[in-house]
């Protein structure tokens, strides 16, 4: 098949299900990069769906997979295996107390569906809470707290899906007078809009430590804190979604660590399978019971999966063998001096945030403005896939462009500054 033949069939037969596809025909990934059916080399600066912390293709993981696929990969939904009593026994040992009980699924927006329904069902309650700029999945429950993109034409959401303002320190209106972020007023103004929309029926919170579809908006330090006071005044359960953020991406095992609060219920998914469909919820014992007593229901046809658990041990081997979250943060701090060089230096370049492994630059007309400059990102975005850097621009109503960089943990210092590289390369000819 032609490369023309190609996307003429793919046109023809595919659903599209958000945006334009990329431009390439991928044939192969290995490590930090991707290659296309032409031979060209593209370095990934999004680990595929901002999942592949190991890396493509790692040998660890093909290893585990073949021999999985072999012997043990796919079991009635009611039968257990060692390696999935061996993955909630590890995970638990990743996590403090009480975080001890594990079901283990296979995509994030499944680990937030089972979440929710968990807080609903041992609060008795049904309203959930999530940021304006929020993404927790595609499925029914999880889509209903997915505020960035995605709500209108499809009729109501789940009853009882309120909002929060995000705390984005660059564009909130909420100020000290010295023009600092005022995140600690902004939230407490945000749950009295809560309170006044709520029929006084609370199950839970639902929040990313880092919120990446919504523009890699870092929760400000002390905020967790302070949402989880709220939550406990409330009798709402806190749910982290630490999709992207979990298993060292942020330069700890998990972003929640940095803030020292301990959530009710935890999510994993992405970087917890390196790219393959693995995903898991933990929580407490308290709670665990609770559910069950209640006769709490999740009956998926690949929960319990031993392959599922047996690819998760191994990335979490992985990580622990190669101390990949000190890497995180060394590579972290790489990338952050040289985001933050490219602020200093382009007028257009209005901010950069994020920690570790996951920095995010936004794109402006200039900084005094702060408006949007979406033709730019698209040309830069166009630029670097030209250049062989696959880089992800979001962009949403009333912010700039905002480029999320999200490379491997494994990823080379040279290719780390090589994708920087090009990404400056892009804008220089975008601005002409």
């Known amino acids: 098949m032609t490369g023309d033949d190609f996307w003429t069939q793919a046109e023809r037969h595919l659903v599209r299900y958000g945006g334009a596809f990329t431009p390439r025909v991928i044939a192969r990934a290995e490590g930090s990069w991707v290659h296309d059916e032409e031979g060209r080399a593209i370095l990934d600066f999004t680990s595929g769906q901002m999942s592949a912390v190991l890396g493509h293709s790692h040998p660890d993981v093909v290893r585990t997979v073949s021999e999985s696929v072999a012997t043990l990969d796919h079991l ?31 995509t994030g927006a499944e680990s937030n569906e089972a979440a929710i329904a968990m807080a609903k069902l041992v609060t008795g309650r049904h309203e959930v809470v999530a940021f304006d700029r929020s993404w927790h999945g595609m499925t029914t429950g999880a889509r ?12 109501p959401a789940m009853p009882g899906s309120l909002v929060l303002p995000t705390p ?23 749950f009295g809009l809560v309170d006044q929309q709520s029929t006084g029926s609370p199950a839970a919170c639902i929040v990313e430590p880092i919120l990446s579809s919504g523009g890699i908006i870092e929760l400000p330090e002390g905020y967790l804190r302070r949402l989880k006071d709220h939550c406990e005044r409330r009798g709402t359960l806190l749910i982290l979604d630490e999709a992207q953020t979990g298993v060292g991406r942020t330069g700890t095992m998990y972003a929640f660590e940095r803030d020292g609060v301990v959530p009710d219920i935890l999510t994993l998914s992405k970087t917890l ?17 609770a559910c069950h007593e209640r006769g709490f229901l999740f009956f998926t046809t690949h929960v319990s999966d031993p392959l ?13 063998r190669d101390d990949l ?15 933050a060089d490219l602020h200093e230096r ?12 996951l920095q995010g630059l936004e794109l402006v007309t200039d900084k005094a403005s702060r408006a949007p400059a979406d033709e730019l990102g698209r040309a830069v975005t166009a630029g670097c896939l030209e250049r062989g850097l696959h880089v992800n621009i979001v962009q949403l109503p009333g912010m ?30 975008a601005l002409g």
């Open 76 to 106: 009635f939904s009611g039968m257990l295996s060692r390696p999935v009593v061996d993955l909630g026994v590890r995970l638990a040992g990743t996590l403090p107390d009480p975080l001890e009980r594990m079901l283990l699924l296979t």
């Open 144 to 155: 209903a707290t997915t505020f960035s993109a995605g709500r209108k034409g499809y009729g």
């Open 168 to 190: 984005n320190a660059y564009r909130s209106p909420f100020r000290h007078p010295d023009g600092s972020h005022d995140w600690e007023t902004e939230l407490d103004f945000g």
């Open 273 to 289: 399978g390196a790219g393959l469909p693995v995903a898991a919820v933990m929580t407490s014992a308290a709670i665990e019971e």
């Open 308 to 320: 599922a658990a047996s690819v998760a041990l191994t990335v979490l081997d992985v990580v622990e």
């Open 325 to 339: 979250v000190t890497r995180a943060q060394v590579l972290g701090k790489e990338l952050g001096e040289r985001l």
């Open 346 to 357: 382009y007028d257009v370049v209005g901010d950069v945030r994020g920690r570790g492994l």
């Open 400 to 429: 700039g462009g905002i480029f999320r960089i999200a490379p491997p943990l494994t990823i080379s210092s040279d290719d780390l500054h090589l994708g920087v590289d090009r990404l400056e390369e892009s804008l220089v000819a």
